[in-house]
């Protein structure tokens, strides 16, 4: 197991800020990484879609003139998550100003991403591929991507249902490179756990929503705080693929989250939440069933610290034993 070259001695800690809808934007992923940890956000998330090149170049700028002001501080690269369906009619452009600005990471979701792999490796960029499943770990391996991110059960938004450690070890049958888990983490202890059963790096969505720097509503925020993992819903109906929401949200939305309408998976919506009468992007908030350790909303780069304390805690009383 090795981590790409661009992400040797740039990590306080083996961890990156997974990329949410909505929540995720400049401020989050310039905290993460200043913090010492890879930020991420979702090309949609910039609308309209030139707005995508003004956070690029805000992201880029800034980290390049942080990391010079902070010689002797980690500073981690920043990632872009790239929906690879033939609903994302922006897919094209958004890739191209990857390509402009270099970006280091590009994560890709759903549809094998060989085009997109392509593209990012002609500047030296690496891809890490979502994958719920084994089958699709080989997919997006025979596309040439550079890592697997392996979102398993209890993940917040688009997650699979398979335990971490069955499709790790899986993985890792077929895959000795950049491996990531996905799935119920929020403590410094589950990055210790991920790295012992085969995984290079822990991916943290959730705990990021209940920090100061998140673009999420204030209700959003103290409900993360006031849930546990009883509180999330797995269901379709929002977007056309299997998804983890909050209770709460669903009930204030007008929604029963024990009778959910059926939804056809063909069809696909990541935009407007538009398989609903509620609107995904503005009343039902993701999270995953890591939520129930979450306690406060803090500044990102007190959370860090808080997980790394955590991190060596647990590395110096497991070796200790």
Avoid at 32 to 56: D, H, T, Y
Avoid at 166 to 175: C, H, M, Q, S, V
């Amino acid at each position: 197991m090795a981590l790409p070259a661009n992400l040797d001695g740039k990590l306080r800690i083996p961890l990156i800020g997974a990329p949410m809808f909505i929540v995720s934007g400049p401020e989050l992923v310039l905290a993460q990484c200043k913090a010492g940890i890879v930020g991420s956000f979702p090309a949609l998330n910039a609308r309209p879609e030139s707005m995508l090149e003004e956070w690029l170049q805000k992201i880029t700028t800034e980290l390049a003139e942080f990391s010079a002001k902070n010689p002797g501080l980690p500073v981690a690269p920043f990632a872009v998550n790239q929906i690879v369906h033939k609903s994302n009619d922006r897919l094209g452009h958004d890739v191209e100003m990857c390509v402009r600005y270099k970006v280091p990471i590009v994560i890709t979701s759903l549809r094998p991403p060989a085009d997109v792999v392509d593209a990012v490796h002609s500047y030296g960029g690496i891809v890490f591929h979502d994958v719920i499943n084994l089958r699709h770990t080989e997919k997006a391996l025979e596309q040439g991507v550079d890592g697997i991110i392996a979102v398993c059960a209890g993940a917040g938004g688009h997650a699979g249902t398979t335990s971490p450690f069955a499709l790790i070890k899986e993985i890792r049958r077929i895959f000795d490179g950049a491996l990531i888990l996905s799935g119920s983490m929020s403590r410094g202890c589950d990055l210790v756990a991920a790295r012992a059963i085969g995984a290079d790096l822990a991916y943290f969505g959730t705990r990021f929503i209940a920090t100061t720097e998140a673009n999420a509503p204030a209700k959003y925020k103290e409900m993360i705080v006031n849930s546990n993992s009883a509180d999330i819903v797995y269901t379709p109906l929002f977007t056309g693929v299997h998804g983890s929401y909050l209770r709460g949200s669903i009930e204030a939305a007008g929604l029963d989250p024990d009778n959910l309408d059926q939804v056809d998976t063909k069809h696909m919506n990541f935009g407007s939440g538009g398989n609903s009468r509620a609107k995904a992007w503005r009343d039902i908030w993701g999270a995953g069933q890591g939520v129930g350790t979450i306690d406060e909303i803090l500044p990102v780069h007190d959370v860090v610290m808080q997980i790394e304390r955590e991190y060596r805690d647990t590395l110096q009383r497991v070796t200790a034993a």
